[in-house]
C-alpha cells in the first residue's frame, strides 16, 4: 500500500513525457487508457484499505515529516483519489474517438500528455501531507487544464477565450493560496499538515487569520464558488467534450476536498484561520443553489446548462461542508461522489451529442429520443438525479442534507435546497421537452465510426445513478467512515 500511495501520482505523472512522444495512431489512446486504469485499480485498493481508520504513508526518499515530503492516505484523500482516477479511465475510454473533431492528429499525442498530466496533478494534491506540495500539484493540473480546455479551439474559437479567462483567474487564486501557505510557514516554521496543525495554537493569531484568509479565497476561485465561478462555464462549454466530462468530475471536487481537509486536519474545528466556515459557506452555498439553478434555465446549450447545474450541485457541498459535524462531512463526501457520477454520465452524454452532431445546442436535442435513445435516456435519469427524484443518487445528495438542515433548525437553508429543486424541474424539462417532443430532423446525421465507444461508461455511470440511488450505505457510509477518521464529532 505504500507503494500504491506513491504510484497513484509517479504513474502518469512519468508516463506523460512518454505519451507525448509516442507516434499519432491508436497506441496513445490504448495507453493513456492503461495509465488511468492502472491508477484506478490502485486508487480504489487505498480507499479499501483505509476505509477502517488506517493510514497509508510513503516518506519520499525515506526522509521522516516534517523534513522530507509526505504522502498520507486517510479515508477522505483515497476517496478522493477514486473520484479523480475511476473519471479518468472512463475518460480515457472515449477520448481518441470524442477529439478526433478538435485535435489535429499530429496534437493527439501532446494532447493525451497533458490529460495524464492533470491527472498526476490532482491526484498529488489528494495524496500530499505537504502544503507546499499541494501547489506544486495545484499548478501541474492548472497548466494541464488550461491546455485542454485552449486545444478545443479548433472545433469553437471561444475555447482560446475560455482558456484565457481560466488561465488569468486560475493565476490569481494559486497567487492567493501561496500567499496564505508563506503566512502559515512563517508562523509556524513548517509545511507538514500535521506538523502545523500541532504548532498553530501556538502562532500569531493575527498571522493565521490572515494566511487562511488568502487561502480560502484561492480555494473559492478553484472551487467556483459564486461569485468567483467567472470562468467554469465557459471552460465547460468551450473545452474538447472529453475535457468537459473530466473537469466536472474532478477539478472543483478536488479544490473542495482542500477546504475540508484545511478545515478539519490543518485548523480544525470547521475554521480555516479565523474564518468559522459554519458562518460563510452555508451563505455562498445559498447563492450558488439558487444562481446556478436559475442561469441554468436560461441557456440553450446543454454543456453550458450542464456547467450552471453544477455551480448550484457546489452550492450544495458547500452548504454540507459549513453544517460541520460528523453528518456534515458525511454528507459532503457522499455528494462528492454523487455528483461525479451524475455529471460524469450527463456529460458523456453530452460529448456524444457533439460529436453526432458537432455542437449541443438545443436545436441538436431534437428528437432525440428517436435518434439516440441510450444517450438521451441517460439525460432524462441524469436530470432526474439533480433534481434529486427518490432512487437516484441525487436523492441521497439532497435529503442528505436537508435531513441535517432540519434538524438543526436551518430553515432558510432546506428552503433554498427545495426551491433549487424545483428550478432544476425547469430547466431539466427543457431537455426533455427537446428530445421528447420536438421533431427529429428529416435527415439526421448518421453516427460517425466509432460512436459506440459511449455506451459502456454511460450504462456504467446510468446503474451506478441507480444503485446509490437505491443503496445509499455505500456512499454515506464512505462519508461516515471520512468522518471518523478526521476525528469529526457529531
Not at 69 to 93: E, H, P
Not at 102 to 118: I, N, Q, S
Request: glycine share 10%; charged share 10%; net charge positive.
Amino acid at each position: 500500500m505504500t507503494t500504491a500511495a506513491i504510484l497513484v501520482v509517479i504513474l502518469p505523472l512519468l508516463t506523460a513525457p512518454i505519451v507525448a512522444l509516442l507516434p499519432p495512431g491508436r497506441l496513445v489512446g490504448t495507453a493513456a487508457f492503461a495509465i488511468a486504469t492502472a491508477t484506478a485499480v490502485l486508487a480504489l485498493q487505498l480507499l479499501a484499505a483505509t476505509l477502517d481508520g488506517s493510514v497509508v504513508i510513503h516518506q519520499l526518499g525515506g526522509w521522516p515529516p516534517p523534513f522530507g515530503i509526505v504522502y498520507r492516505i486517510d479515508a477522505l484523500s483515497a476517496v478522493m483519489l477514486s473520484i479523480v482516477s475511476v473519471a479518468a479511465a472512463l475518460v480515457a475510454w472515449f477520448q481518441p474517438t470524442a477529439i478526433v473533431d478538435c485535435v489535429r492528429p499530429t496534437d493527439r499525442a501532446r494532447f493525451t500528455a497533458a490529460f495524464l498530466l492533470a491527472l498526476a496533478g490532482l491526484n498529488g494534491m489528494a495524496a500530499t501531507g505537504d502544503l507546499f506540495n499541494v501547489f506544486v500539484f495545484l499548478e501541474i493540473s492548472s497548466l494541464a487544464s488550461y491546455i485542454l480546455i485552449a486545444m478545443g479551439a479548433r472545433q469553437d474559437r471561444r475555447a482560446l477565450t475560455a482558456a484565457y479567462d481560466y488561465l488569468v483567474l486560475g493565476a490569481v487564486g494559486a497567487t492567493f493560496f501561496v500567499i496564505g501557505i508563506a503566512f502559515l510557514y512563517m508562523v509556524t516554521g513548517t509545511l507538514n499538515m500535521a506538523d502545523m496543525a500541532a504548532r498553530l495554537p501556538g502562532a500569531s493569531p493575527r498571522a493565521v487569520e490572515v494566511g487562511g484568509a488568502f487561502l480560502l479565497v484561492g480555494l473559492g476561485l478553484k472551487v467556483a464558488i459564486v461569485p468567483l465561478h467567472r470562468w467554469l462555464p465557459n471552460a465547460y462549454a468551450y473545452a474538447p467534450s472529453a475535457v468537459s466530462t473530466f473537469l466536472a468530475m474532478t477539478a472543483t471536487k478536488v479544490a473542495l476536498y482542500l477546504v475540508i481537509r484545511l478545515g478539519t486536519s490543518v485548523f480544525g474545528g470547521n475554521h480555516i484561520g479565523g474564518i468559522d466556515l459554519s458562518q460563510v459557506l452555508p451563505a455562498l452555498g445559498v447563492a450558488a443553489l439558487l444562481f446556478g439553478s436559475a442561469a441554468a434555465i436560461a441557456e440553450q446549450d446543454l454543456t453550458r446548462l450542464l456547467a450552471y447545474s453544477s455551480v448550484a450541485n457546489i452550492g450544495l457541498m458547500l452548504i454540507a461542508v459549513g453544517l460541520g459535524g460528523a453528518d456534515g462531512i458525511a454528507a459532503a463526501v457522499a455528494n462528492l461522489i454523487n455528483h461525479a457520477v451524475i455529471k460524469g454520465g450527463l456529460f458523456i452524454a453530452a460529448a456524444a451529442v457533439v460529436q453526432r452532431f458537432g455542437h449541443a445546442r438545443f436545436d441538436a436535442l431534437a428528437g432525440l429520443a428517436r435518434t439516440m435513445p441510450l444517450v438521451f435516456a441517460m439525460l432524462v435519469l441524469g436530470g432526474l438525479a439533480l433534481i434529486g427524484v427518490p432512487l437516484t443518487a441525487g436523492f441521497v445528495s439532497k435529503f442528505a442534507v436537508l435531513e441535517i438542515a432540519f434538524r438543526r433548525g436551518e430553515i432558510v437553508l432546506a428552503i433554498a435546497i427545495l426551491l433549487s429543486a424545483l428550478l432544476s424541474v425547469v430547466y431539466v424539462w427543457r431537455v426533455i421537452e427537446a428530445g421528447l417532443l420536438a421533431p427529429a430532423p428529416k435527415a439526421p446525421p448518421p453516427p460517425p465510426p466509432g460512436h459506440a465507444i459511449f455506451q459502456p461508461p454511460l450504462l456504467l455511470l446510468a446503474l451506478a445513478v441507480l444503485w446509490l440511488g437505491v443503496d445509499s450505505r455505500w456512499s454515506l457510509g464512505v462519508g461516515a467512515a471520512v468522518a471518523r477518521s478526521l476525528g469529526v464529532t457529531p
